[in-house]
């Protein structure tokens, strides 16, 4: 499924194109705005005018003009090395889950093997030869019929296990598919309205707009690799769970649980959506907060300098 969601990504990508001639056009006006109140401010004050100030416009500009590869390929291909690398962490837990799987499971079954009270509830053959060693005596079909009933209530608690822990199962790649796919659709949208927000960032009091369009992409891409990260820690706490049982097992006092796996996968579940909560954690969005802070900062710096120029026109 992720590699599903990552050509739909690729696939919306040109899409970034038509929205960077809008953007061209706003960023034009707002350099011009910009510009403008930069050199008017400048002469009001009687101060030489800094041309490094003025380069501001330009360089996102720029930015705007090749944003699919300067801007979304550096970012990409930054933090896809993180991703990556907790996507091998990820992995490498999984194969150590299956390896520790498939030995408890065989020294399951061989402990029911050797145990005379459980060997005919793991193996049919086992049943079918103790029914044939019976008789047909009151006590022997007494016997019988306790030995059908205890195979057919180990049946349904296995039959019951298994669908619960399927269930559970179903849930727990759900919610991660879920964050996957809510992940690539907000990296779509910030990608294609990316060059807006530059191209508003160059306007007074929007400052901030691109810094705050930065730390929001970052943070929504760490949901990838948050969730490997969580997932390698549930992987590794099912690895001791599963070793303390072949421990047991081994001993000779086994005391098989699969209540805790399904409490492991439930928390699984409800701590996948805890995962943008932790992306804030690493990356903190600042932009959005000075906004009504850069607005009044506008008001009073247009003021003060229409002030200025009455002031020398008058004069």
């Known amino acids: 499924m992720h590699e599903i969601l990552i050509s739909l990504y690729d696939e919306m990508m040109p899409l970034c194109s038509s929205m960077a001639s809008i953007a061209r056009v706003l960023a034009g006006l707002g350099a011009l705005v910009y510009i403008s109140l930069k050199i008017w401010s400048t002469l009001a ?33 930054v933090l896809g090395i993180v991703s990556s690398g907790t996507e091998s962490i990820l992995e490498k837990e999984k194969f150590s889950v299956g390896e520790f799987q498939k030995r408890r499971d065989e020294l399951e079954k061989i402990s029911m093997a050797n145990n005379p009270e459980t060997v005919y509830l793991a193996s049919d053959e086992e ?53 996957d796919t809510l992940r690539t659709f907000f990296l779509v949208v910030l990608s294609i309205l990316g060059p807006i927000s530059f191209s508003l960032s160059i306007w007074n009091g929007l400052e901030g707009t691109m810094s705050y369009w930065f730390s929001k992409y970052i943070q929504i891409y760490l949901w990838l690799p948050v969730s490997n990260l969580f997932s ?10 599963i070793q303390n049982q072949i421990t047991e097992l081994e001993a000779g006092t086994p005391k098989i649980n699969s209540g805790y796996y399904m409490i492991f996968m439930i928390i ?14 690493i990356v903190q969005a600042g932009g959005a907060g000075n906004y009504n802070r850069n607005i009044n900062r506008l008001t009073s710096g247009t003021i003060g300098l229409l002030k200025k120029i009455g002031s020398h026109v008058l004069s």
């Open 45 to 77: 004050d009687g101060r030489e005018i800094d041309f490094l100030q003025l380069l501001k416009p330009f360089a996102i500009g720029l930015s705007i003009l090749f944003f699919p590869t300067l801007v979304l390929g550096t970012l990409n291909g």
């Open 232 to 241: 390698s820690i549930l992987s590794r706490l099912e690895i001791l769970i």
């Open 127 to 179: 049943f079918d030869k103790e029914i044939e060693s019976l008789g047909w005596s009151p006590s022997d079909l007494l016997t019988m019929s306790r030995m059908y009933l205890e195979k057919g209530a180990y049946e349904v608690r296995a039959n019951v296990r298994e669908l619960a822990s399927e269930v559970i199962n179903i849930l727990f790649e759900a919610s991660a598919i879920i964050i």
């Open 268 to 281: 699984g579940i409800v701590g996948y959506f805890s995962v943008p909560t932790v992306s804030e954690w």
